[in-house]
């Protein structure tokens, strides 16, 4: 974390003789862009600190695997947009945690969302994608007293959301007992777990580099979400007493 803010620190601040600052600059460089493998994926956008479990299949993501697992064990994820047929611009590296290959060659691995990046470049496309790319950071615009209060409205309002889908399935909910607190965490945590086909809302919050404007995105779409919950929670309670209402009216008989 913080590898953009070196690099910007780095050249502006240092005082070093000029063979000196030259060095330091190159190691800034090689931290803030790197070549990194990519692997696209349709409509799958990793987030930081998310746990993606993946089957490695094709040839060339075989060779992708070997290739990083003799190095960093990292790649990229980037979202493949099977509509436009085009990969996102930002994507999330993944680090492999642990690798079981199977005897066809096959392999199954878990990896762990790190840090996000922009791609600058393809340098390569075979035998699998490698692109030049550089590492995102947010940025903090609001006072901290500010993102305290809304990482609690944001908070509450998935509180709400949870509780209202666990009433309308019969099936009590809660949150989990390790939801980050921290604002930028809680963000990132909330993205990876929104419902149904959302690729399109993920990849934006994915891109935003404010860890308020995230978050305020977030309590937007938790909010319609909420008060359409609460609509259809409302229906079915009413349903419910209407149907408990003529259960219990007594028929007449017949004398």
Same mark, same amino acid.
């Given at each position: 974390?913080?590898?953009?803010?070196?690099?910007?620190?780095?050249?502006?601040?240092?005082?070093?003789?000029?063979?000196?600052?030259?060095?330091?600059?190159?190691?800034?460089?090689? /931290?803030?862009?790197?070549?990194?493998?990519?692997?696209?994926?349709?409509?799958?956008?990793?987030?930081?600190?998310?746990?993606?479990?993946? *089957?490695?299949?094709?040839?060339?993501?075989?060779?992708? /695997?070997?290739?990083?697992?003799?190095?960093?064990?990292?790649?990229?994820?980037?979202?493949?947009?099977?509509?436009?047929?085009?990969?996102?611009?930002?994507?999330?590296?993944?680090?492999?945690? *642990?690798?079981?290959?199977?005897?066809?060659?096959?392999?199954?691995?878990?990896?762990?969302?790190?840090?996000?990046?922009?791609?600058?470049?393809?340098?390569?496309?075979?035998?699998?994608?490698?692109?030049?790319?550089?590492?995102?950071?947010?940025?903090?615009?609001?006072? *901290?007293?500010?993102?305290? +209060?809304?990482?609690?409205?944001?908070?509450?309002?998935?509180?709400?959301?949870?509780? !209202?889908?666990?009433?309308?399935?019969?099936?009590?909910?809660?949150?989990?007992?390790?939801?980050?607190? /921290?604002?930028?965490?809680?963000?990132?945590?909330?993205? +990876?777990?929104?419902?149904?086909?959302?690729?399109? *809302?993920?990849?934006?919050? !994915?891109?935003?580099?404010?860890?308020?404007?995230? !978050?305020?995105?977030?309590?937007?779409?938790?909010?319609?979400?909420?008060?359409?919950?609460?609509?259809?929670?409302?229906?079915?309670?009413?349903?419910?007493?209407?149907?408990?209402?003529?259960?219990?009216?007594?028929?007449?008989?017949?004398?």
């Amino acid at each position: 974390d913080g590898i953009g803010d070196i690099g910007v620190t780095g050249v502006q601040t240092c005082a070093l003789p000029i063979s000196l600052g030259i060095q330091r600059f190159r190691r800034v460089v090689e /931290l803030a862009v790197r070549e990194l493998p990519l692997f696209p994926l349709p409509d799958v956008v990793l987030f930081p600190q998310e746990v993606l479990p993946l *089957h490695i299949f094709e040839a060339r993501y075989r060779m992708m /695997l070997r290739t990083v697992m003799a190095e960093d064990r990292r790649f990229g994820v980037v979202r493949w947009d099977p509509q436009t047929r085009r990969m996102a611009d930002v994507g999330c590296c993944a680090e492999i945690l *642990h690798c079981q290959t199977q005897e066809d060659d096959r392999s199954n691995i878990v990896t762990l969302g790190q840090q996000r990046f922009r791609v600058l470049d393809i340098v390569r496309e075979a035998p699998f994608r490698v692109a030049m790319v550089s590492w995102l950071e947010d940025e903090v615009s609001d006072s *901290h007293q500010d993102l305290e +209060a809304l990482t609690r409205e944001v908070t509450a309002a998935l509180k709400d959301v949870v509780e !209202l889908t666990g009433k309308l399935i019969g099936k009590p909910s809660a949150l989990p007992s390790d939801l980050p607190d /921290l604002p930028r965490e809680l963000s990132f945590w909330i993205g +990876a777990h929104l419902g149904g086909p959302v690729a399109d *809302h993920q990849q934006a919050l !994915l891109e935003i580099t404010d860890t308020g404007e995230r !978050l305020r995105r977030e309590l937007d779409l938790l909010d319609q979400t909420r008060r359409q919950l609460a609509a259809r929670t409302v229906l079915q309670d009413t349903f419910r007493d209407r149907d408990g209402d003529d259960n219990s009216t007594p028929h007449g008989t017949d004398g």
